[in-house]
Structure formats: structure tokens, C-alpha cells
């Protein structure tokens, strides 16, 4: 890679370790990624908040980095592992090192957001802005729906960035990579938000290039489009989809497609509780809900996950008193993804409608999952 003077002082240790440490991590991946230079980025938002995520040794490097540095650019931060307003009973050593965890961002300049849905809190860039985003459903979302330039960083990538306000010029930085060589083709009735998860999670688990063209959908809603980013960011290494476009090559999705996605990842026909909010609910998915909700009463637990932003603002319009009324209980800066509200102990199944949060429901926290879309949810688990 070509480096600025600048660039390469720092690499070389001028400034400090820490900062070093941050362009040798850049530098790697812009070499291992065929990328010829840096170039400035204007926002990195940050995973490996959860302590369940980063364990000890993660909240330990943070701890010592975060002592010998400053973010340069707006630096916001996934989603942490519980509400402090509501502990319920997580364990008071977990409470303990995830609010370590949370010093170290906030001791480097971190606006403490809390949440893996950036994109309905923060003003967003003009298009064509390189961003660095390491929550890969605000990636694929940044990418495909805002226009903005990201790859799916990582955790670390992501905090290099931060730290030195650059990023390689590689992958779907560059537009070449932002042309589709393959295209699915969906021969299948899409219902509901649940449907495009599983079309996502089919997209993410086929293609193993950076971007796909979806040739047979031509618009999406949020709530859609947020579902079906989420799912393509878990099961694979895309990281954009293009609408209507034509490739190459085709891969047909249908209901047997759809079908196998289902059995992979729906493990259950009933749960103990209801989750939703994998990605975290915004406010299009709570009107919903309200609507959904209107003079009813879950006859489950439910645990709705959205950032505190999102509901300070749905708490203004009298939204979240709405649904509050139905049974239904808010848990801020946190999401369903490796949450210590859900055990093994506690419940032997939930009900999600999040592609996403079953994946990491069933294989982190061990339970089984049962998918259905957000209107069965109401159907059948309310009177």
C-alpha cells in the first residue's frame, strides 16, 4: 500500500503505540483486500460492545487502548448486553464489565448509542461517503438503501478507523465491486417482514461476492428492508444488494428455498417468550405494533428491543404507552442477538421474527426458536 507521510509516521510508532497499532491493523487488511491506499472516512460504528460478545480479554484491551487514544471522526456503538434502568437479575460481575467496556468508548470519545440501528438515529452523509460500519445489517443497509460506502468491518477494523479517521479503498469502496455478477431471482409470493428474512439469509448463505442484484424485487419498505439486510449480513460475507438489476449468473429462490431456511433456522412451533428486535425496533416497526396491540394483551412474555433514542421518541408521541398497555416491556440499549435476558434456565424456546436473533438465539444462548412473522405473533399470543 501507498501511504501518506503522515501515515506512515504513524505506522512507524511517531505518535504512539496505540495509534500505530490502529494502522498496522488497517494496513493488513488493505493489503490482504488489494487495496492501493487509505482514504479518510467520516463515521465508524463500532460492534464488540456486548460483553457477552468481547468477553474478558476484549474488555481488557479495551480498557488499556482506550487510555492512549482519542477517536477522530463520530464514532457510535453497538447495542450493550442489558438496560441499565431494568437488570432484571443478570449477574452483577456481567453489570460490572459491561459498564468497563462502556467507559472505554465513552473515555474515547464514543457517542454511547447503544444500538446496531444507526441509520434511523443519526443524520445520515450524502451518498457516495465512505463510512466504516462493523454491524453488518447497518452495513448491507448503509450500502444498498442509503448509498453510503462501506465493507462489513470488523470490530477491530471498525475501532482502527476511528482512531485514525482513515479506511482501505478496496472492496465496495470501489464501484467496480458495486456491480453484481449474480442475480437472485425470487419465483415466491413475499407476505410479510418474515418472508425477506428468509430471502436474505438464502442471498448470504449463496453468494460469496461483496454485492448481489435482487432482480426480482423493485422497492422496500424499512421494515422490510431492514430484515432482509440483517439476514444477508448473518449467514455470509455479501455485503449490498442492488434492486431489479440483471447478472450474469441466476439463482432462483422459490418456496422450496424458502422452505429450507425455515427448517434450518426454526427449530420450534411454540416458545416461552417473545422477543423482537434483531435488528433493534424503530419507529415504523413500533407503529405497527401499536396498531397490532390496540386494546389487547400479550399472553406471553414479550421483550421489545429498540435503542433509547428510538424510544424517548416513541414515549413523546405517546407511542410507547400504546403498546406498554398490551403486556409488552421495552429493553433499551440492548438487542435480542447474545442477550443475557434469555437462558437456558429460564425458557426452552422463544418466539422471534427476526432471522437474525434466531440464529444467535439457538446457537449462543442455546434455545430453541420459534420464526413467525410479526402479525402471527399478534394473532396468536394475544386475546
Known amino acids: ?225 431492514k430484515t432482509l439486510c440483517a439476514a444477508i449480513g448473518t449467514s455470509g460475507s455479501c455485503g449490498m444488494f442492488t434492486f431489479g438489476e440483471k447478472a450474469k449468473e441466476k439463482i432462483t429462490f422459490g418456496k422450496k428455498e424458502a422452505q429450507s431456511v425455515r427448517d434450518e433456522i426454526s427449530s420450534a412451533d411454540d416458545g416461552d417468550i417473545i422477543t423482537l428486535g434483531s435488528p433493534q425496533l424503530g419507529m415504523n416497526e413500533l407503529k405497527m405494533l401499536a396498531n397490532l396491540t390496540e386494546t389487547r394483551k400479550f399472553t406471553r412474555r414479550c421483550i421489545i428491543f429498540c435503542s433509547r433514542a428510538i424510544y424517548n421518541s416513541a414515549v413523546k408521541i405517546g407511542l410507547a404507552g400504546r403498546i406498554e398497555k398490551s403486556g409488552a416491556e421495552f429493553r433499551c440499549d440492548s438487542c435480542t442477538c447474545l442477550t443475557p435476558y434469555i437462558t437456558k434456565d429460564k425458557y426452552d424456546a422463544v418466539i422471534t421474527n427476526s432471522i437474525k436473533g434466531a440464529y444467535y438465539l439457538s446457537r449462543s444462548n442455546k434455545v430453541k426458536v420459534a420464526l413467525k412473522d410479526i402479525k402471527t405473533v399478534a394473532d396468536e399470543y394475544m386475546r
Open 1 to 225: 500500500m501507498e501511504l501518506a507521510k503522515d501515515e506512515q509516521k504513524a505506522l512507524d510508532g511517531n505518535y504512539g503505540e496505540a495509534l500505530a497499532t490502529a494502522y498496522r491493523i488497517l494496513v493488513a487488511i488493505g493489503e490482504a483486500t488489494g487495496a492501493q491506499k487509505l482514504v479518510p472516512t467520516k463515521w465508524a460504528h463500532i460492534s464488540g460492545v456486548n460483553y457477552n460478545t468481547i468477553g474478558d480479554e476484549g474488555m481488557r484491551f479495551l480498557e488499556k487502548f482506550s487510555t492512549r487514544v482519542k477517536f477522530a471522526i463520530r464514532t457510535t456503538i453497538n447495542p450493550m448486553g442489558y438496560d441499565r434502568n431494568k437488570p432484571e437479575d443478570i449477574p452483577r460481575n456481567f453489570q460490572e464489565r459491561q459498564e468497563n467496556i462502556a467507559r472505554s468508548y465513552e473515555r474515547m470519545g464514543a457517542t454511547l448509542s447503544f444500538t446496531c440501528t444507526p441509520y434511523e438515529v443519526f443524520d445520515i452523509p450524502q451518498k457516495g461517503t465512505a463510512v466504516s460500519f462493523a454491524e453488518s445489517n447497518a452495513a448491507v443497509f448503509s450500502n444498498s438503501i442509503l448509498g453510503l460506502k462501506t465493507n462489513k468491518e470488523s470490530a477491530l477494523s471498525a475501532l482502527a478507523s476511528a482512531v485514525t479517521g482513515k479506511t482501505p479503498l478496496s472492496d465496495l469502496r470501489l464501484e467496480e465491486s458495486r456491480t453484481p455478477k449474480i442475480a437472485i431471482e425470487s419465483d415466491f409470493d413475499f407476505m410479510n417482514e418474515l418472508d425477506y428474512g428468509l430471502l436474505g439469509y438464502f442471498t448470504g448463505k449463496e453468494v460469496k461476492d461483496s454485492c448481489v442484484a435482487l432482480s426480482s424485487i423493485d422497492k422496500l419498505d424499512t421494515i422490510q428492508a
